[in-house]
């Protein structure tokens, strides 16, 4: 009989046992609003280690437990990300932009035991206190705030750096866990629907925070500084945190200050090398290097090697913005909560010319060998992957979702719409795939505009239009139409100053797209909503077409 390789287990302890020794060097820095404030990596280590302490002996956290994070992306909020798991509990990162009613959907529904928010954040939990269950025990308040807010919780209130303070600086971390254990739990942020929890293991963590530091993806060593701009409650900032901390590579933690003036303050000071967000923020941080809003001279952004864009599509004119303007690399990258989410990376094949890189960098990208993918025609048939044919994409792999959380003591959920019957996961993503592996998506399936016998893409029209230079944002979305079934509205944001009309945009269009994909329905709007983590809410879209409260201009034929 073969005798194979010993068989470790892949956990969160290890990669913090890890990071906080041969990378204790290492540094976490916060931006407080005004400059960066640093941690070293062995200080986070031993801070992780008080703070399971203080979990275990003050608040009785066991293995059984889920612990919740209503934070910002912190020092502190790392503390949680590695103690919590690395302890053997379960850390649940909620999202502090939900409304109301679906934060405390979420809290009760994973029945969280303690909730370490920012102090900054206690209105938000202050306001949904009356509808969480008695499940939740214990709140810690992270930094300043009043927690007189939290005067009706019937639980018990403790002060971060009290409850740590004086305890023991190493613990005895569950190395050895069982690697197929819970680690971690994220919701879906409900942009199609209500939230879905994503029960991460430490196996799937640690593959892909391995898949996130390869060559193939984000590459991070210690010459690096990251800076997760993408929040650590959506999709764990996309594995950035942990995977920076097990090569190494320092963080930048933007903390709250979000907005495109600190955003391009802190790179032009801190000078990070790689970051990651959704295309709102990019577009937003374009224009801020365009014009800089107070100051004479352009911002230093010459540290940026790699600056990677993903959550919804990256609309091609963005990507040349910064790279012809600010020599800035964006990479497109696609993936979702039920992929970890590294799903698809775009850097292209070598021994391209310039335009050919282009094509395959505008696409969604390449799947890792570990994420399999297939596409499913409307009748459930196999779609070749010949570049052309589209279909619904489905993946499995070793972090990608088996099933949803069922809630505590309930058994998990699979969903026809949302598990193939021999169990790979259906994205709700349309698109088609080259033989080369690279994806395009042409839509969300719910998202697909279906006019007459016809599909239209709503984000081939968003790419056109956004690629306009007096337009700040495009969403297209599908209305009802008597005769097509349904036609293409453009709901359009123009930069201040723009000079264009409808008509004018109509007519940039029109020498784009095939002229029955031209939308007749155009609204200019002062922003396009968004979702709480910054995409396009087309169903708001919709539903104040359909409620009558959009200023919609109709042009050419209806
Ligand atoms: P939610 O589904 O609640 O918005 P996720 O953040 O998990 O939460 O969203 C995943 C979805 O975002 C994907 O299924 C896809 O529709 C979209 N998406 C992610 N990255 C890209 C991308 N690069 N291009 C187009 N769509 C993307």
């Known amino acids: 009989m073969f005798s194979t390789m010993q068989d470790v287990p892949l956990t969160v302890a290890r990669i913090l046992a890890h990071g906080s020794t041969v990378h204790g060097r290492a540094t976490v820095t916060t931006w407080d609003g005004t400059g960066p404030?640093?941690?070293?990596?062995?200080?986070?280590?031993?801070?992780?280690?008080?703070?399971?302490?203080?979990?275990?002996?003050?608040?009785?956290?066991?293995?059984?437990?889920?612990?919740?994070?209503?934070?910002?992306?912190?020092?502190?909020?790392?503390?949680?990300?590695?103690?919590?798991?690395?302890?053997g509990s379960v850390l649940h990162t909620l999202n502090l932009r939900l409304a109301p009613a679906q934060l405390a959907y979420i809290v009760n529904h994973a029945a969280d035991h303690a909730i370490i928010v920012n102090g900054s954040v206690l209105p938000l939990l202050a306001g949904v206190l009356p509808q969480l269950a008695p499940t939740l025990k214990h709140i810690v308040v992270s930094g300043p705030g009043d927690l007189s807010l939290l005067a009706g919780f019937a639980g018990t209130v403790h002060e971060y750096e009290q409850l740590i303070a004086g305890r023991p600086t190493e613990y005895p971390w569950e190395e050895e866990i069982d690697e197929r254990r819970p680690a971690m739990i994220c919701y879906t942020s409900g942009t199609t629907g209500d939230p879905k929890g994503v029960v991460y293991s430490h196996r799937s963590i640690y593959l892909h925070c391995l898949q996130v530091n390869s060559a193939a993806t984000f590459a991070l060593t210690p010459q690096d500084t990251a800076l997760p701009v993408v929040p650590m409650f959506h999709v764990g900032a996309w594995g950035i945190p942990h995977a920076a901390f097990m090569s190494g590579a320092n963080l930048l933690m933007p903390d709250r200050f979000l907005q495109p003036q600190p955003l391009a303050t802190m790179i032009d000071l801190v000078k990070p090398t790689v970051s990651g967000a959704v295309p709102t923020i990019w577009n937003g941080l374009l224009d801020e290097l365009d014009h800089p809003t107070a100051r004479e001279t352009p911002y230093d952004t010459s540290s940026l090697r790699m600056v990677v864009i993903g959550g919804s599509a990256c609309p091609p004119a963005l990507m040349r913005g910064f790279e012809e303007r600010h020599g800035i690399r964006l990479v497109h990258a696609w993936g979702m909560t039920e992929t970890s989410p590294l799903g698809t990376f775009a850097l292209p094949p070598a021994g391209l010319s310039a335009d050919e890189e282009w094509a395959y960098r505008v696409t969604q990208g390449v799947f890792p060998a570990s994420v399999e993918a297939r596409l499913t025609g409307p009748g459930g048939e196999r779609m070749p992957h010949d570049g052309v044919s589209a279909g619904e994409l489905e993946v499995r792999g070793p972090w990608i979702a088996g099933a949803y959380y069922g809630g505590a003591g309930q058994d998990p959920e699979r969903p026809e719409d949302k598990f193939s019957e021999d169990g790979w996961l259906r994205t709700g993503d349309v698109g088609t795939i080259t033989p080369d592996g690279f994806l395009t998506l042409t839509d969300r399936a719910k998202d697909v505009i279906k006019s007459g016998g016809e599909w239209i893409s709503s984000v081939e029209l968003e790419n056109h239009l956004m690629a306009h230079q007096e337009v700040l944002e495009a969403a297209v979305v599908a209305v009802p139409d008597e005769k097509w079934g349904e036609r293409p509205l453009a709901a359009v944001v123009l930069r201040p100053g723009a000079t264009v009309d409808l008509p004018g945009l109509r007519a940039f269009l029109a020498g784009r797209v095939a002229s029955w994909q031209l939308p007749e329905r155009w609204s200019l709007v002062a922003a396009v909503p968004k979702t709480s983590v910054g995409k396009f809410d087309k169903k708001v879209i919709r539903a104040e077409y359909a409620a009558g409260l959009l200023d919609v201009t109709v042009l050419g034929k209806e």
């Not at 280590?45 to 275990?56: E, I, M, W």
């Open 37 to 87: 404030v640093t941690r070293t990596y062995a200080e986070l280590g031993a801070r992780a280690a008080q703070l399971a302490y203080a979990l275990r002996d003050e608040l009785g956290v066991t293995p059984e437990h889920v612990v919740g994070t209503l934070m910002w992306n912190n020092a502190d909020h790392m503390e949680a990300y590695l103690a919590v798991p690395a302890m």
